[in-house]
């Protein structure tokens, strides 16, 4: 059974530092491009980081700078390391990866999307 875990998180006041980890285990075929997103009650959830097996990223524009993602690929993880927060940085962190590299009946690529239970971060005053 394919499971993904976050951990890390927590409590910091503005302008502190936190980071938060992704593992995916079970067995699957390839990952494709692993990130992050967040969500806070009432609101979309939104993109904060990706990171493609190339090691290619992206982030969104309220965090560049601030937040950093990698990944290890021998270990099917991703991390986020997240520097001068602001209160506005706090939300529920979702993980997610892709599973790529298997095809369908009619030799479709295929993909499909694995998520995290999510892992609070809480940025205080």
């Known amino acids: 059974q394919v499971q993904v875990v976050e951990s890390g998180g927590g409590s910091v006041q503005v302008g502190g530092s936190l980071g938060v980890s992704c593992s995916v285990s079970?067995?699957?075929?390839?990952?494709?491009?692993m990130g992050w997103y967040r969500q806070g009650r009432g609101k979309r959830r939104e993109l904060v980081a990706t990171?493609?097996?190339?090691?290619?990223?992206r982030y969104a524009e309220a965090v560049r700078g601030r937040f950093t993602i990698s990944r290890d690929n021998a270990k099917k993880s991703v991390y986020l390391q997240m520097d001068s927060l602001k209160s506005e940085d706090t939300d529920v962190y979702y993980c997610?990866?892709?599973?790529?590299?298997?095809?369908?009946?009619?030799?479709?690529?295929?993909?499909?999307?694995?998520w995290g239970q999510g892992t609070q971060v809480t940025v205080s005053s």
């Open positions: 997610k990866a892709e599973e790529v590299g298997y095809y369908n009946a009619y030799g479709a690529a295929k993909r499909d999307d694995l």
């Open positions: 990171i493609g097996s190339d090691g290619a990223t």
């Open positions: 079970g067995s699957i075929h390839s990952l494709g491009i």
